[in-house]
């Protein structure tokens, strides 16, 4: 693989700026890509994914938009360098090499709070995204809607239901429960944010000048708090994190009642890519939202 590294990085004379690759370190991969930490032979050091070029595609989108919107202050994103094309339909994504160690996660939460408040102030006022997605290996509609319950049901909870029938969940479009709970978040009146839209443990960090820095998004126009929702499912976000986030920019109140209803997105998409106990977490999720909203 690193022969073709090699040559895909010469295929742009401006991305190397001179030097040569001196060697390539695999990182492992998900589901459907690999990775590698890229070194030059100025000392200089890439991150590089290979991956569907659609996909990677995507990623690099979304990376751009937030390095945009974030204050490099307190939250570094890291801004494509290249999407190259490689062998067999594939491409690769290259970025700038950061040294994540963990740690506090003050800055973190901080530059999270100020990317999402910075972004709503520049919104147009609709949610959804301009370009067909991806949510790990699922996929990610585009669209725009004026109403936040509407977006998040239509553009996000549907799709999800749509795919998992394959697994025998059945919800009809005309269901009670979907209308009124679409309803309820526009009551909530939620101002699109630009989101990270995936933000576990492993898609955020800590650098060692303390400063947040995120990676790997599934970026949309969304209520603020989905981000935040998301750091509960699968943990690895720590006190100062959240302590942070409320200091800088504090959410309303009823956040922790739209948790589960903005985490049902993530299981549904779990449950259709991986099976397992995520599908009964997704029944039992809609039977208690069949309770609240009948």
Same mark, same amino acid.
């Given at each position: 693989?690193?022969?073709?590294?090699?040559?895909?990085?010469?295929?742009?004379?401006?991305?190397?700026?001179?030097?040569?690759?001196?060697?390539?370190?695999?990182?492992?991969?998900?589901?459907?890509?690999?990775?590698?930490?890229?070194?030059?032979?100025?000392?200089?050091?890439?991150?590089?994914?290979?991956?569907?070029?659609?996909?990677?595609?995507?990623?690099?989108?979304?990376?751009?938009?937030?390095?945009?919107?974030?204050?490099?202050?307190?939250?570094?994103?890291?801004?494509?360098?290249?999407?190259?094309?490689?062998?067999?339909?594939?491409?690769?994504?290259? @970025?700038?090499?950061? !040294? #994540?160690? /963990? $740690?506090?996660?003050?800055? &973190?939460?901080? +530059?999270?709070?100020? =990317?999402?408040?910075?972004?709503?102030?520049?919104?147009?006022?609709?949610?959804?995204?301009?370009?067909?997605?991806?949510?790990?290996?699922?996929?990610?509609?585009?669209?725009?809607?004026?109403?936040?319950?509407?977006?998040?049901?239509?553009?996000?909870?549907?799709?999800?239901?749509?795919?998992?029938?394959?697994?025998?969940?059945?919800?009809?479009?005309?269901?009670?429960?979907?209308?009124?709970?679409?309803?309820?978040?526009?009551?909530?009146?939620?101002?699109?944010? @630009?989101?990270?839209? !995936? #933000?576990? /443990? $492993?898609?955020?960090?800590? &650098?060692?000048? +303390?400063?947040?820095? =995120?990676?790997?998004?599934?970026?949309?126009?969304?209520?603020?708090?989905?981000?935040?929702?998301?750091?509960?499912?699968?943990?690895?976000?720590?006190?100062?994190?959240?302590?942070?986030?409320?200091?800088?920019?504090?959410?309303?109140?009823?956040?922790?009642?739209?948790?589960?209803?903005?985490?049902?997105?993530?299981?549904?998409?779990?449950?259709?890519?991986?099976?397992?106990?995520?599908?009964?977490?997704?029944?039992?999720?809609?039977?208690?939202?069949?309770?609240?909203?009948?």
């Amino acid at each position: 693989m690193e022969a073709e590294l090699d040559q895909a990085l010469k295929a742009d004379p401006a991305l190397l700026e001179g030097a040569s690759l001196v060697s390539c370190r695999a990182l492992g991969g998900g589901c459907s890509q690999q990775a590698w930490q890229l070194r030059l032979s100025d000392g200089r050091s890439l991150f590089a994914k290979q991956g569907a070029e659609a996909m990677l595609a995507v990623e690099a989108r979304g990376l751009e938009a937030l390095h945009a919107a974030a204050d490099p202050a307190d939250l570094v994103v890291p801004r494509p360098l290249a999407v190259v094309p490689t062998s067999h339909s594939r491409s690769v994504l290259l @970025l700038p090499w950061l !040294d #994540l160690v /963990g $740690g506090d996660q003050a800055g &973190l939460g901080k +530059g999270l709070a100020r =990317l999402h408040r910075t972004s709503a102030q520049q919104s147009s006022g609709q949610f959804g995204w301009a370009s067909e997605g991806f949510i790990g290996l699922g996929p990610q509609p585009a669209g725009w809607r004026d109403r936040w319950g509407e977006a998040f049901v239509q553009l996000r909870l549907w799709p999800q239901l749509q795919l998992a029938r394959a697994w025998g969940l059945e919800v009809s479009p005309h269901a009670s429960w979907l209308v009124a709970l679409a309803e309820w978040l526009d009551s909530h009146q939620a101002s699109p944010s @630009l989101v990270h839209g !995936d #933000l576990w /443990g $492993g898609n955020a960090g800590v &650098l060692a000048d +303390g400063r947040g820095a =995120l990676i790997d998004p599934a970026c949309w126009w969304a209520d603020r708090e989905v981000d935040l929702a998301m750091t509960h499912l699968f943990g690895g976000f720590g006190r100062s994190f959240y302590q942070a986030y409320e200091q800088e920019w504090p959410l309303p109140l009823g956040a922790s009642d739209r948790r589960m209803i903005y985490n049902l997105y993530h299981l549904l998409n779990h449950a259709n890519l991986f099976g397992g106990g995520y599908g009964q977490q997704c029944r039992e999720a809609i039977r208690h939202l069949e309770h609240q909203f009948s």
